[in-house]
């Protein structure tokens, strides 16, 4: 699942949902060294550091997932090689 996941101050980054569970997400994003957890805390989603943040865009990945995530997160196949 792709979304764009957008802070309250108005700092939006695109990311790819690894893991979606009851009342958290973990998330891979281009520009941030390692992968992001947010948590569900009463009708807000927070990331780690508290901060909230909202879902612009919600969406189904189709295709080839390994190519799509190389193109947009370089490091990750690096990381992985």
Do not use: H, Y
């Amino acid at each position: 699942m792709l979304v764009t996941i957008v802070w309250n101050g108005g700092e939006a980054a695109e990311a790819v949902v690894l893991k979606l569970a009851e009342g958290s997400m973990r998330v891979m994003s281009a520009g941030f060294s390692d992968t992001v957890e947010l948590r569900l805390s009463g009708e807000v989603w927070r990331d780690e550091q508290g901060q909230s943040v909202a879902f612009d865009f919600i969406g189904a990945l189709s295709g080839d997932v390994a190519r799509f995530c190389a193109e947009r997160f370089p490091l990750a196949e690096t990381a992985a090689s």
